[in-house]
């Protein structure tokens, strides 16, 4: 399922999804259970919040009686930003167009990797776009290193695109694994180190 937007995106860091259709139980039974993992696999520090902000201690309150996904993420600052919402069933009574806005906040990874699933595990059901296409590479990546899961990206990324790979391998074991240890400063290092790249690759 292919997408144009009606505007060019040009900010890094936001991302926007359509719902075209419903997801069926066992694919969201599938993404739920994916995203749940993904969740533990992170250090704390890069896991999303409640929708009003309080810290989230389970993976299960990502997640609604309604067959929804709720959370939130913070600023270098600390206010909550718009609130990262999707459904498993199209409805009337709920916008379908969605837009995030994390650049840059320690939350834009899992993000990232929550989409990617969707996209993966639940194929045919959204539209998703970012402002920064190359950002997908590094969330790949992170499911592979982590998950053992080889996943194709929302949109297309140039096959130019290549992250070296000591700088990969140092993001990786820097994002994974629930002991460890990430200050806003190192997040603010790695996603500056993830657009440089991506403003190299423009060049």
Same mark, same amino acid.
């Given at each position: 399922?292919?997408?144009?937007?009606?505007?060019?995106?040009?900010?890094?860091?936001?991302?926007?999804?359509?719902?075209?259709?419903?997801?069926?139980? *066992?694919?969201?039974?599938? @993404?739920?259970?994916?995203?749940? &993992?993904?969740?533990? $696999?992170? /250090?704390?520090? %890069? =896991?999303?919040?409640?929708?009003?902000?309080?810290?989230?201690?389970?993976?299960?309150?990502?997640?609604?009686? *309604?067959?929804?996904?709720? @959370?939130?993420?913070?600023?270098? &600052?600390?206010?909550? $930003?718009? /609130?990262?919402? %999707? =459904?498993?069933?199209?409805?009337?009574?709920?916008?379908?167009?969605?837009?995030?806005?994390?650049?840059?906040?320690?939350?834009?990874?899992?993000?990232?990797?929550?989409?990617?699933?969707?996209?993966? $595990?639940? /194929?045919?059901?959204?539209?998703?776009?970012?402002?920064?296409?190359?950002?997908?590479?590094?969330?790949?990546?992170?499911?592979?290193?982590?998950?053992?899961?080889?996943?194709?990206?929302?949109?297309?990324?140039?096959?130019?695109?290549?992250?070296?790979?000591?700088?990969?391998?140092?993001?990786?074991?820097?994002?994974?694994?629930?002991?460890?240890?990430?200050?806003?400063?190192?997040?603010?290092?790695?996603?500056?180190?993830?657009?440089?790249?991506?403003?190299?690759?423009?060049?």
């Amino acid at each position: 399922m292919t997408h144009t937007p009606t505007e060019p995106l040009v900010l890094p860091g936001v991302y926007q999804f359509e719902q075209g259709a419903s997801i069926n139980d *066992e694919q969201w039974f599938r @993404f739920t259970d994916a995203v749940k &993992e993904a969740f533990w $696999l992170l /250090p704390a520090q %890069l =896991r999303p919040y409640k929708q009003l902000g309080f810290d989230m201690n389970r993976a299960s309150e990502l997640f609604d009686e *309604e067959g929804s996904v709720t @959370f939130n993420h913070k600023d270098g &600052e600390g206010y909550c $930003l718009n /609130p990262f919402y %999707l =459904r498993q069933t199209l409805s009337d009574n709920f916008r379908p167009y969605r837009k995030v806005e994390s650049q840059r906040c320690k939350q834009d990874l899992f993000v990232r990797i929550v989409l990617i699933l969707l996209h993966n $595990l639940c /194929p045919e059901s959204y539209y998703i776009t970012s402002s920064c296409p190359q950002s997908w590479r590094f969330a790949q990546r992170w499911l592979a290193w982590n998950m053992d899961m080889f996943t194709k990206a929302p949109e297309k990324i140039p096959a130019s695109f290549v992250i070296p790979g000591a700088i990969e391998h140092l993001l990786l074991v820097k994002t994974s694994g629930p002991g460890k240890q990430v200050t806003t400063e190192e997040w603010e290092a790695i996603s500056g180190i993830e657009f440089w790249l991506a403003q190299q690759h423009n060049s």
